[in-house]
């Protein structure tokens, strides 16, 4: 997957951009608060529909903006070339793919592929379920399923746990539930095998990487939690098990939208904390598992964005990701205060961009 063209306004101080990315690396230097990170970020919300720095309401549109928007052409293999655009207020959206009026953010977000390594990225190992929901979606979204196809069960889900959960608020009585109950164990059982197999399929790329990446912490695996002791009951009846304390609750207690996974390590005990530096290298290898499975599945890279690399990772890690990722003919996004070094060392055509004060130029 290339970018081709990439056309950006209303994103935090950048001014209103056009640029034609090179193949492979693109290295985006500039001070500090120059607007680089917000280039990446814009790709992001096209590829994911969020920032990688918080809600989209949060800031992401330029002050005084009435929208952030970002279009983008770009190639995959076969010759097959693709177009998309999304304009967000913070509160609300519209998009177009291939130019056709979108009507699900999921759809539009299914179309692109790319993965982000930034400053926050050692989240995905240490922070909230949620980041870790999202990176299992993101593999059913994009490879599992092939674009689109995963969305219909999610929707189902959703639209079953919504239902559920307002009938809970307003206390309403036991046999109301019956419906909605059977809809999310059936959406939900489906959702949970697909995670199961995603995971199952991810296991040996990560651990591999793992050894790679970060020898030290030993032997690492995924261990996925489906939301619910599903080694004891099916979903149906821990729902039905669950739905007194539910109703006091007024939520949903179990099932795959408490689904979460994390990391092991045989050389670690559990309860001993990762330091930062680990944290961030196991999410990374999580992610280049992730995008080595997308690459081997459909036969090309995601997208890669890497911000700020040379503070996230030591020059040892540096020089081994980019070599990695030469390798595998990623079109590849980083920025950084200063040329990067071990980039310099590695032959590889870079494509340079400036950015100073929110405007961006080719070098
Ligand atoms: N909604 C907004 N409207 C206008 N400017 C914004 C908005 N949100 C953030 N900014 C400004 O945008 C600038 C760009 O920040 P960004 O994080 O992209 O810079 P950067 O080049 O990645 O910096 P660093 O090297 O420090 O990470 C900052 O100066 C910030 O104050």
Sequence with gaps: MQLTRLVVSGVRNLQPL???????????????????????????????????????????????????????????????RRRAGLRHTGQEWTGRLDGEAVRQLGDLCAALAAVSFEPGSHTLVTGSAEARRRYLDWGLFHVE?????????????????????????????????????AELASAGEHLDQERRRYVERLQPRFAALSASLAPGLGEAGLDYRPGWRRDQMPLADALLLARERDQVAGFTSVGPH?????????????????????????????????????????????????????????????????????GSGAQVFVTGTDPIPALLEADWPIAMFHVEHGRLRAA
């Design 18 to 80: 056009e640029l034609a990315p090179g193949p492979q690396l693109n290295l985006v230097v500039g001070a500090n608060g120059a607007g680089k990170t917000s280039l990446l970020e814009a790709i992001h919300l096209l590829a994911y529909g969020r920032s990688f720095r918080g809600r989209v309401r949060d800031g992401l549109v330029r002050t005084g903006a009435e929208a952030a928007e970002v279009f983008a052409e770009w190639a995959e293999p076969g010759g097959v």
């Design 145 to 181: 399923h092939g674009e689109g196809r995963f969305h219909p069960l999610w929707r189902r889900y959703a639209r079953a746990l919504k239902q559920r959960n307002v009938l809970l608020k307003q206390r309403a009585p036991g046999h109301q539930l019956d419906a909605w109950d």
């Design 258 to 326: 408490r689904a979460d996974w994390r990391v092991g390590h045989l050389l670690r005990p559990a309860q001993e904390a990762l330091s930062r530096g680990q944290a961030k290298l196991t999410a990374l290898a999580c992610l280049l598992a992730q995008a080595e499975d997308f690459a081997d599945v459909r036969g090309h890279w995601p997208v890669f964005l890497l911000d700020d690399l040379a503070s996230e990772l030591d020059r040892d890690h540096q020089r081994r990701l980019l070599e990695r990722l030469r």
